[in-house]
């Protein structure tokens, strides 16, 4: 069965880089789509974008200018960097297997890591 | 402000149905694309309700069930439990926006 753990600084000052990683186990990172989502208190969820194994990626478009995504297959890792955060990025960020394609859902995900921006 | 509505809140007494509604418009489901829907207990995991408009996957009872009909979409629940009590995300493509999205949720409280 496979499970997704996030990971990274739960703080992260303005203007800086938040960076998070999410690692897969039980299965392997190859093959598959995994996306970034983020929740800000309150707030609905919000797709961030998304990476394929083999490094291929689609961004929001109103985050692309900021986002990065990169994927490690040798350690079954893939990490997301948001640059230039704000205190409107402080959110709980959520690690997920797909979509796939324009239909397809987002099947397995992670349990969340909370992101505060303060300085 | 989601590009998919959901009421903020639903609720109902054990043993009820309640439905929960998730509008969309021409560029997600109006175009074609799926809806699929998410059950969330705070701190824990999403989990995958309904994909692809109607299909539960293994393991999701068959009191939950999914529909979708021009730019709306609803999930319904039958026999209600008191460990239904959860927040509930519809999701689907949007060509406008051109990235998946989301509803705002919908708290479902069993009295």
């Known amino acids: 069965q496979v499970q997704l753990q996030e990971s990274g600084p739960g703080l992260v000052k303005p203007s800086e880089t938040l960076s998070l990683t999410c690692t897969v186990s039980?299965?392997?990172?190859?093959?598959?789509?995994w996306s970034w989502i983020r929740q800000p208190a309150g707030k609905g969820l919000e797709w961030i974008g998304r990476i394929y194994s083999s490094g291929s990626t689609n961004y929001n478009p109103s985050l692309k200018s900021r986002v990065t995504m990169s994927v490690d297959t040798s350690k079954n890792q893939f990490s997301l960097k948001l640059r230039s955060v704000t205190a409107a990025d402080t959110a709980v960020y959520y690690c997920?297997?797909?979509?796939?394609?324009?239909?397809?859902?987002?099947?397995?995900w992670g349990q969340g890591t909370t992101v505060t921006v303060s300085s | 402000q989601s590009v998919l509505t959901q009421p903020p809140s639903v609720s109902g007494a054990p043993g009820q149905r309640v439905t929960i509604s998730c509008t969309g418009s021409?560029?997600?489901?109006?175009?074609?694309?799926?809806v699929h829907w998410y059950q969330h207990l705070p701190g824990t995991a999403p989990k995958l309700l309904i994909s692809?408009?109607?299909n539960r996957p293994s393991g999701v009872p068959d009191r939950f069930s999914g529909s979708k009909s021009g730019t709306s979409a609803s999930l319904a629940i039958t026999g209600l439990q008191a460990e239904d009590e959860a927040d509930y995300y519809c999701q689907s493509y949007d060509s406008s926006l051109s990235g998946w999205v989301f509803g705002g949720g919908t708290k479902l409280t069993v009295l």
């Open positions: 021409n560029s997600n489901f109006g175009a074609g694309f799926d």
């Open positions: 039980g299965g392997s990172i190859s093959s598959y789509y």
């Open positions: 692809g408009n109607s």
């Open positions: 997920a297997r797909g979509p796939r394609g324009y239909y397809y859902d987002m099947d397995v």
